[in-house]
């Protein structure tokens, strides 16, 4: 006998082509296994339309974290550890939440136990990981609705369409996963070298000499006043694709905050003339895209966990948001590290927020053409 999803209260508040359409999907997945529990949660959390979606990705709920604990031999505490690193909600240990794919996962975390990595450092590695594929989530959904995504679709060919999108690049983003970081662990360690003295402590490197950049949207947040949320993400997202496009030699974007891109590299010149290219860019969009403003600061700063911390970073961060708009601002040692392959301006020593004393800037500017050709 078939479920009365009337009577369920599943077709609450709904009439006419609303509730067939509604009943039609409802229908389809109690065909497909979807058990009613299943059905009222998600209708109750508004994700119906991605329940086939999250049965392809293998997610339907069939565990607790103890159960899976036990199942693959890993602490349960761990397992929450690591959910919780990646910044997703935490539920009860002993609440069916977890799939297969929870098993499979807990499995790779006893390998690398195993391998020795040790349970710090696998919720360091995910720590940094969740932060990230937050986002590819959330890129790679939206990519695949705007390829189901067609005028008058019924609730159930929608569902039938992106499940089965989901299920059909499910499996390339391993590779392409895998691919990435190989192809960042490379970069690291070209770029991070261990010198003797950290060769033979055994430690890890320390604080190398690098310099700053961050970049900053001007107005950024007035502009979320006047425009709609699609249209700020796209804003968002071109300074991103602008950062990307000029990187060069060893700089690296390190992330994006907002209105903001911070990149880091060891060679100066390239970072000056990368903010500056930067600039030049954002003028470029036209008058709708707010213009950028450049902070730059050098010194010896330590990488960890995908992030950078140290004086540089500090003073990079406080200079930006003094800097004129359209201007790239920077301290003496970045002036000095550069030398006179640059005009520069003095702007003065001024106090910034939580650094110590008064801190000498100036404005980087390239030469002009004649000037280029005598200092050639």
């Known amino acids: 006998m078939g479920i009365d999803f009337a009577a369920e209260g599943l077709l609450d508040g709904l009439e006419g082509a609303a509730r067939e359409a509604r009943l039609e999907l409802l229908e389809q997945l109690a065909a497909e296994g ?3 529990a299943d059905l009222h949660a998600a209708s109750r959390d508004g994700r119906l339309l991605f329940v086939g979606a999250e049965r392809a990705m293998g997610g339907q709920a069939r565990y607790s974290t103890r159960e899976v604990g036990e199942r693959v031999g890993v602490d349960p505490e761990f397992l929450v550890a690591l959910r919780r690193a990646q910044g997703v909600p935490v539920p009860d240990v002993d609440a069916i939440v977890c799939s297969d794919t929870d ?3 807990a499995r790779i975390a006893r390998w690398f136990l195993e391998a020795g990595i040790g349970e710090e450092q696998q919720l360091t590695v995910v720590r940094v990981i969740g932060r990230g594929m937050a986002q590819t989530a959330e890129a790679l959904r939206t990519a695949a609705l705007e390829l189901v995504l067609e005028p008058g679709l019924s609730e159930a060919e929608l569902t039938r369409r992106y499940a089965d999108r989901v299920a059909g690049f499910m499996p390339m983003i391993g590779p392409m996963l895998e691919y990435m970081a190989r192809l960042h662990l490379r970069q690291s360690v070209r770029t991070e070298a261990i010198n003797a003295a950290e060769r033979q402590a055994g430690a890890l490197p320390g604080a190398r000499e690098v310099t700053v950049c961050f970049a900053d949207l001007v107005g950024f947040t007035r502009l979320g006043e006047q425009v709609a949320p699609d249209e700020l993400g796209r804003v968002a997202h071109r ?3 602008l950062t990307a496009e000029r990187l060069r030699g060893d700089a690296r974007l390190v992330k994006t905050i907002g209105d903001a891109a911070m990149i880091v590299g060891p060679d100066t010149h ?4 990368l903010a500056l290219d930067l600039v030049d860019a954002a003028d470029a969009e036209g008058e709708a895209f707010p213009q950028l403003r450049v902070g730059m600061a050098a ?3 330590l990488s960890r966990a995908g992030d950078w911390y140290g004086r540089p970073v500090n003073l990079a961060s406080r200079v930006t948001a003094i800097a004129r708009p359209g201007s790239v601002l920077a301290t003496r040692e970045v002036r000095d590290a550069a030398g006179e392959a640059y005009r520069w301006s003095s702007a003065g020593a001024r106090s910034l927020k939580g650094v110590e004393g008064p801190v ?3 404005r980087a500017r ?3 053409r004649d000037e280029d050709a005598e200092a050639a």
């Open 34 to 36: 979807v058990a009613l």
């Open 103 to 105: 098993v499979e996962a």
């Open 239 to 241: 300074l991103v694709e």
């Open 270 to 273: 390239v970072m000056l003339e």
């Open 299 to 301: 010194g010896a700063a």
């Open 360 to 362: 000498r800037l100036f």
């Open 366 to 368: 390239r030469l002009a």
